[in-house]
């Protein structure tokens, strides 16, 4: 019994003591090679967790002296217990390869740990590590892994790669005589060359973690870019966390709102970060900072790189004319704006479409970034127009520096009222007269008939009536016919149907059916089609009437545009959440269809999530054939209330 019962607090003793202890997880972290200059360290260069995704490599000298690849600095401790693996391309350059059958390297590596003051310690290290290159095989991949490293790194430390040549035949003489011919390099920084090096951390559960989607954001000079941050506190107390950064320049500027927050045990609480870009800053130029979050019982940082984006061209046009009354042999006046929405100043060719006669106030303008300018278009009616004819007139502005292009339309409609005949007294005191002669049954019987020939015995309509489709592509009108008589069997008609209009040279118009039957009150839908051929010059366009003629009364008529623009990427974008209501601190999981119907490659875009106004993440560089599709997913943080949006750029 005595056995026992020390048996059985010694259990009780040592479960205590697990729930006591912090749980850890073993976590391997890869970095990657950069080029970028370490931002503690001028003379060594950074280890990052950004894959690669340039398809150039960049390259290292290692005749010119050793280098070091190295972490930013730590905010708190981290221990690593494990294997470290590291990859690293190296490159047997010689002037003419064909000349030497065989070439050797011999590399030898360190893994040291980076003081805050730059003192470098050995932590472990390779043998020297012979490598053989064959004929024209110039590059190989070497691969060496540090075993069972147990080693802490400092708070405020960083931890290291140098990469060392330690043997060199040509240093030699009568060899050395020949030294400039060779050269030894580490190539890196590429989706060909992925060097790296995966570290195996300890990291506790307990205290602070911090979290941002994404990490790497791109600006336009002058303009700012917000990042939003979740810090967490895994603990069991309330915790009193003060976030701060590394930067301390005067060109960009980095501001955290709010720096101090409260957060309680097991919860989390959110920061953002705002970057504003130089008003002077040129394309490619970035910003790489380090956020730091400190609290009582633990801490924890993350990196946010900020990149300038390349400017870009933009023009809108809007109609600030829509409709327009005229008479025949009027002109009507229609107001266009035009506006450079882009970032550079640019040069826009302006056009009209109008089947009628017309005159631009002027036909090129020059707009600095997001200059408008307002122009007029006038258009003559003819003289002959019909009552109740309608026209599209059509503004577009072209950029002469790149493929961008605005259209906006406005429609001019004849109206004119037919003044009554001067009436005299005596004539209409003739016709009553002779009328009544004649008879009262003659005048009721001419007045149904007249009142038949002039009754609309259609209605014809079509909400889109412009078109704008490249070359080769077909323009689709979906035409409406209705039969306004009252609904009697007697009321059926009969309806053909035809286009009428002069078409540019190999373009095919058609309707799906060439006549439709009635009844009262009823209504169908007509396709009418326009096809292009590829050949065609972006100058051409057709004007068309659509003409319905009843078995009896008169016809009517609407009129048709389809102009011809460059072809264009028309992305459709859609998306659903797992889990499709998420609480609050659950991760989240965005799945976005995007299908490109237009009929040009999408290239380079980007998927931005919104959640509640502010952007979660974004993914960018995504590439959609024309008739493609891409279907992505993007992970983020769930808030107390959820209002998703995906938008593409």
């Not at 080029?35 to 001028?42: A, L, T």
């Not at 959440?577 to 380079?604: F, L, Q, S, W, Y």
């Amino acid at each position: 019994m005595v056995i026992s019962s020390c048996m059985k607090k010694a259990f009780i003793l040592l479960s205590i003591l697990i729930l006591l202890t912090p749980m850890t997880l073993a976590q391997e972290i890869t970095y990657y090679f950069q080029d970028d200059r370490h931002p503690q360290f001028d003379e060594m260069k950074l280890l990052s967790q950004t894959p690669p995704t340039s398809s150039a490599s960049y390259a290292v000298d290692l005749d010119e002296g050793a280098m070091i690849w190295a972490t930013p600095p730590f905010s708190n401790e981290m221990k690593i217990n494990g294997d470290i693996k590291t990859t690293i391309f190296i490159e047997a350059f010689f002037i003419n390869p064909d000349l030497l059958p065989i070439q050797l390297r011999v590399i030898k590596l360190y893994l040291v740990d980076i003081s805050p003051t730059g003192n470098v310690a050995i932590i472990d290290d390779s043998r020297p590590y012979p490598i053989l290159f064959f004929g024209n095989e110039t590059i190989q991949d070497f691969s060496y892994t540090f075993n069972n490293v147990e080693y802490v790194i400092g708070q405020g430390h960083c931890l290291g790669i140098k990469v060392e040549k330690v043997f060199d035949l040509m240093s030699y003489f009568p060899f050395s005589m020949l030294s400039s011919l060779f050269a030894t390099y580490v190539l890196y920084g590429s989706q060909y060359t992925k060097s790296f090096v995966r570290i195996p951390f300890n990291i506790t559960q307990e205290g602070i973690s911090v979290e941002c989607y994404p990490q790497q954001k791109s600006v336009k000079a002058g303009d700012s870019v917000s990042y939003g941050l979740i810090i967490y506190n895994n603990g069991n107390e309330k915790e009193e966390v003060e976030v701060s950064t590394n930067y301390a320049g005067n060109e960009w500027q980095v501001i955290i709102n709010p720096t101090k927050l409260t957060i309680e045990p097991n919860s989390f609480n959110y920061t953002d970060v705002e970057v504003i870009a130089p008003k002077n800053a040129t394309e490619g130029e970035y910003l790489n900072i380090t956020i730091f979050v400190n609290g009582k019982y633990g801490s924890d940082s993350i990196w946010l790189n900020t990149t300038i984006a390349p400017p870009e061209y933009g023009v809108k046009v809007v109609a600030l004319t829509k409709d327009v009354e005229a008479k025949p042999g009027e002109t009507a006046k229609f107001k266009f704006k035009v506006e450079n929405t882009g970032d550079l100043t640019d040069t826009y060719t302006l056009n009209v479409t109008c089947v009628w006669d017309y005159s631009l106030e002027r036909d090129k303008v020059i707009l600095d970034a997001g200059e408008s300018i307002n122009v007029s278009v006038f258009v003559q009616v003819p003289e002959n127009a019909t009552n109740g004819t309608t026209q599209i007139v059509a503004l577009t502005a072209k950029s002469v520096n790149s493929a961008k292009e605005s259209t906006a339309t406005a429609k001019v409609k004849v109206v004119y009222v037919t003044p009554p005949p001067k009436e005299k007294e005596g004539n209409l005191l003739m016709i009553a007269y002779i009328l009544f002669v004649v008879g009262v049954v003659a005048l009721l019987g001419a007045a149904a008939y007249l009142s038949m020939m002039t009754q609309k015995m259609a209605i014809v309509g079509c909400e889109e009536r412009f078109a704008e489709i490249p070359p080769g592509g077909t323009a689709e009108f979906t035409v409406k016919i209705k039969n306004p008589l009252e609904k009697k069997e007697k009321n059926r008609i009969r309806y053909k149907l035809r286009i009428e209009g002069k078409l540019p040279e190999n373009w095919k118009a058609e309707v799906e059916r060439d006549e439709i039957v009635l009844e009262g009150k009823e209504e169908k839908e007509v396709k009418v089609r326009v096809r292009v051929p590829k050949e065609a010059s972006l100058e051409e366009w057709a004007s068309l009437d659509f003409v319905v003629i009843p078995q009896k009364g008169k016809s009517e008529k609407i009129d048709l545009l389809v102009t011809l623009r460059e072809p264009k990427e028309i992305l459709n974008v859609s998306y659903e959440n797992e889990p499709e209501e998420p609480k609050e601190g659950e991760r989240v999981i965005t799945k976005v269809k995007i299908e490109n119907v237009g009929e040009k490659d999408a290239e380079n875009k980007k998927v931005i999530l919104l959640v509640n106004g502010r952007e979660k993440n974004r993914i960018e560089g995504i590439n959609i054939p024309a008739g493609g599709k891409a279907e992505i997913e993007i992970p983020w943080i769930a808030e107390e209330e959820n209002e998703v949006e995906v938008k593409v750029e």
